[in-house]
């Protein structure tokens, strides 16, 4: 493993023994604040819902549109070009800012290059990549204090 993937496994083996998978929202906030995305811009709060969605159901938010999805929840006439371009910015914003974060581990597993940030799909399809490791990481913890408390039977 990298560094950065060594730092990230890390720091999501912390994520997943403070929060639990219901908590996922929460974890959301918390990555995309580390990534340095300001919460002011909207931006910010297409992408929090846009990363959920596609969580949720990949399949089905690539096939039917996941801005126009996401434009649909927050709907006062927004559109999904507006949703594009407000991820972009805040994807942006966050690239920019990126200095002392932890960018370069959350990003590791895109093929984006230093010199300008990853595309709205690449961060979101990371960013999921990253909450799937911090749901496995979590459900294992989980099964070890069972373990540990005897409710939790091993079976062999």
């Given amino acids: 493993m990298t560094l950065n993937t060594?730092?990230?496994?890390?720091?999501?083996?912390?994520?997943?023994?403070?929060?639990?998978?219901?908590?996922?929202?929460?974890?959301?906030?918390?990555i995309?604040?580390?990534l340095g995305i300001p919460a002011k811009l909207e931006g910010y709060h297409f992408l929090k819902t846009a990363i959920s969605l596609y969580s949720e159901d990949s399949i089905r938010?690539?096939?039917?549109?996941?801005?126009?999805?996401?434009a649909k929840q927050y709907g006062r006439n927004i559109s999904k070009?507006?949703?594009?371009?407000?991820?972009?910015?805040?994807?942006?914003a966050g690239w920019e800012n990126r200095a002392g974060r932890m960018w370069d581990c959350y990003m590791a597993g895109t093929n984006c290059d230093k010199m300008k940030p990853p595309s709205?799909?690449?961060?979101i399809a990371e960013i999921v990549r990253v909450l799937e490791l911090f749901v496995g990481l979590r459900q294992a913890y989980e099964r070890e204090q069972w373990e540990q408390e005897g409710r939790y039977a091993v079976e062999k």
Avoid: C, P, W
């Fill in 81 to 92: 070009e507006l949703v594009d371009r407000g991820i972009r910015d805040a994807i942006r």
């Fill in 120 to 123: 709205n799909h690449e961060f």
């Fill in 32 to 34: 995309l604040v580390e």
């Fill in 61 to 70: 938010m690539v096939s039917n549109g996941l801005y126009a999805t996401v």
């Fill in 6 to 30: 060594d730092r990230l496994l890390s720091h999501i083996k912390a994520l997943a023994s403070t929060f639990s998978v219901s908590d996922i929202q929460y974890v959301i906030v918390v």
